[in-house]
């Protein structure tokens, strides 16, 4: 495919350009919106270059993109001093210590509202957007490449906009984006998306063609996925989430169809998610943000009839299976801007499975999705309390210890809440499953110590437990002097046991 | 008004029973769904001919309501162990002694949840629904009074049905009403509600007449609002945000008729919705939850133009203007199911201005809504989380201090997290106003301690959080060892100040 063909308004062409010269567009104090999320469809060439040219060049830009980058933007970018401000999502391990260290602001959004925010102007306006691309049509508009996340708002709320063609993503992925954009308020009207397979917009970003400043031509493929194989523990957790839905579908609760899944990134949910294509389950929908290799695992199981997200990450072997063989799914397949699939009404009325996870919960069923002690970022929140505040069912996962048994999952409080306990309807471990609806407080405790705990942190939380009750009593119980001890404790000895 | 013409269906006037007669269609153990939000609108009559039975009989029910009863309800059932579970929102001081003591046990709900739990079978279903109504149509319908909040799904979702014919409610609140309930899933459609003013539904409450167990007449007044009068701290905090507001219209984000409001119940929120009416802002909308007498203030200043609610609950003096004069009122006034008041597509879509008390917040800007001390339950979350989580803007408010100042409302942790930072864009107190948009938690806390916290507890803040900042550091830093010493020295000492 040439040049021709993926920059079909002609009168563009001549705006091709390095990378290195479109950085220079780039000014100190800047608000840059790039593409890119949970590592796919990100920009990958003038970043880096923006990211040569602020080590030569002090300078600072407020970065925000749709969620998580791949490559090495983050990290050289943050080596190079040059990012100020960080939002809404990031994964990088080098960012995330200078996020720690209190060197960049990160601001950590949910991932639907950056653009309201925006858009309404209760954030700073984005200068300059820089949007991977497969192809500009015909009419200057723009069709992204594996993920949308909050380009197409960035592209349309920036002054300027620098596209990057990236030749080593498929032209089969044109079609496969469907661009809803909410009108300002009070125009406001509700969102014509009644099943996951709905499109209600169009198939590229349209934005007047003037407002591209350059265009550079890329071939680097996406990052590919993290994301680790089944272990023990995620074949457990997901085996134990078989068995629970089998039981709603026995109950007559859910159809064999369940209803539109979510599942946040990572390892765990994507085992669950692989998992549940072992259970009895037919016609499955997912209404998600990120697809996995599990989607298109469940595709090949003949399990899932459509997957709608907002980016596609795989590991390297599925990346080569579906990207080089993308008609296969594409009739099955929606990327949507994460402001439409992390959205509230959406997922209220398609009645969302939503599963995430957790870094730790408590005995109440309180979860932290994002600070490792209480203040120490991880990544962020992500989608989770899009999803969790507004599904039909909230489902949280963790393995119920970490650092080979040092840390339990399950604390007595939380160290930092993302999620209050009337958005975790199911706490699950490979240890077992807690179903928490309609339980109060202590029903929760003790549905979750007995279920989901480890030992010895079973008995531990048992103890504790107890004694809140005895000593202090209340809705929910708790010991507030020694509610971080095994906090604190893992912080000065390295292990959560206490001897 | 006769009885003809409170049932106007006439094959249902042979249903007119006592009190005490339809108490004992209610058995121990059953689930009972009884009307009722804010004091306004709830049964009256056979909850306290229940009481009085369960006093000579022991029994227990499940006892779902709107939001809060008026009365005595929830004190005499209380008093006579007629309680084994309560959902979704009290007020009582007697139940909040026995929730706290764990005798009762109090399942705390997002407010527009619980009827969508109930509808998919997530919680246990309703056995005998008990309804307040100023009337029953001809075709057996019924119209409710002063409140909605789960009304109409009890009633449909129950197998039987006990109503309370109120004479002491106007008939002219017939009309007023507007009952939306959506459907099952995977057949919901998009709510067509696009403004405050929009009816979307029926004026009663549509079920089989064969359902109406038996009616009851009674007279007794709905229970008045116990919000206090403004004062100098209250005003002051309305006076932050009359300025908040005039700044953002100066700044273009909002224009004078600012976007539809909600309040939260109480005196601080009461106090800053009157207080708006001091401003420039002209056409105002409400879209909330309860209307209380700052709703008709407005009204009466001309600066309002509708109010939707779920509920008006007036002091005594605003109840006889009020309900003396409906007329003059109604056709800028509706109420609808708590569902609908509190759904996320609606939320979302109006671009609502959510304005909710804080109980405590800490500061990064999480809040605590409803546990003192982390353990004892005051009320209940309430729709503050169905707001602030969609909406445009979510404002908390709150006194600095709280006991004559022994309690800071600042703290350096929260000792219950309700709300998350994400959540909590604005957060004001009578010390001053802290906007929190797009900043990062070292930024929130320097504008939180700066702005709203009182001495001595601002240096004692500012002290923590260099400390934290110096000792553990991260993206939000905090001393977990010392993280609730206040509330410990409290609890201990009865004043949060150090000596």
């Not at 498929?170 to 009108?183: M, R």
Request: some cysteine; proline content about 5%.
């Amino acid at each position: 495919m040439s040049h021709e063909d993926r920059i079909r308004l002609p009168a563009l062409r001549s705006r091709i350009t390095t990378a290195e010269a479109a950085a220079e567009w780039i000014r100190d104090g800047m608000v840059v919106g790039m593409s890119g999320f949970t590592r796919a469809g990100d920009a990958k060439a003038v970043p880096l270059a923006l990211a040569a040219r602020a080590r030569r060049e002090p300078m600072k830009i407020t970065l925000m993109t749709g969620a998580s980058l791949g490559g090495d933007v983050d990290r050289q970018l943050t080596e190079a001093g040059a990012i100020s401000r960080r939002m809404p999502f990031q994964v990088d391990t080098v960012l995330r210590q200078a996020i720690n260290r209190g060197e960049v602001m990160f601001i950590d959004h949910h991932l639907s509202e950056t653009v309201e925010m925006l858009r309404t102007r209760q954030i700073p306006p984005i200068d300059i957007a820089i949007i991977e691309a497969v192809a500009i049509t015909e009419t200057g508009a723009l069709v992204p490449t594996t993920s949308i996340g909050n380009s197409a708002s960035f592209a349309i709320l920036a002054d300027k906009v620098i596209v990057e063609i990236n030749t080593s993503q498929s032209p089969a992925l044109e079609g496969l984006h469907d661009i809803f954009i909410p009108k300002h308020r009070p125009q406001r009207e509700p969102m014509p998306l009644v099943a996951p397979h709905d499109r209600i917009g169009t198939s590229a970003i349209e934005i007047p063609p003037e407002k591209i400043l350059g265009i550079v031509i890329t071939d680097k493929a996406d990052s590919t996925s993290t994301v680790l194989p089944a272990d023990a523990e995620t074949a457990a957790i997901a085996a134990h989430l078989v068995a629970f839905f089998e039981r709603e579908v026995a109950q007559g609760r859910l159809t064999e169809r369940l209803l539109p899944l979510q599942a946040g990134i990572g390892t765990v949910a994507n085992a669950v998610m692989s998992g549940l294509g072992a259970g009895p389950f037919e016609h499955l929908t997912m209404y998600s943000e990120v697809l996995q290799d599990s989607t298109f695992d469940l595709f090949d199981a003949g399990k899932l009839d459509f997957a709608s997200g907002s980016s596609i990450t795989l590991s390297p072997a599925k990346a080569r299976q579906v990207f080089g063989d993308l008609d296969r799914y594409k009739d099955r397949l929606v990327l949507r801007p994460q402001e439409v699939s992390n959205h509230p009404e959406i997922i209220r009325r398609l009645g969302i499975i939503a599963l995430n996870t957790a870094l730790e919960a408590d005995i109440y069923g309180n979860v932290n999705s994002t600070h490792v002690l209480g203040t120490h970022m991880m990544n962020g929140i992500g989608g989770s309390g899009d999803f969790a505040r507004n599904a039909y069912l909230s489902i949280f996962a963790t393995k119920s210890v970490a650092k080979q048994g040092a840390v339990s999952s399950i604390a007595p409080m939380v160290s930092h809440v993302d999620h209050a306990p009337q958005d975790v309807d199911i706490l699950v471990t490979e240890v077992g499953l807690a179903d928490l609806r309609g339980l109060a407080p202590r029903e929760r405790a003790a549905a979750i110590i007995a279920n989901c705990a480890a030992e010895p942190y079973r008995g531990m939380l048992q103890d504790y437990h107890a004694r809140a009750v005895a000593t202090c009593g209340g809705h929910t119980p708790h010991r507030l002097e020694e509610a971080f001890s095994w906090h604190v404790r893992y912080r000065d000895t390295g292990t959560m046991r206490p001897d």
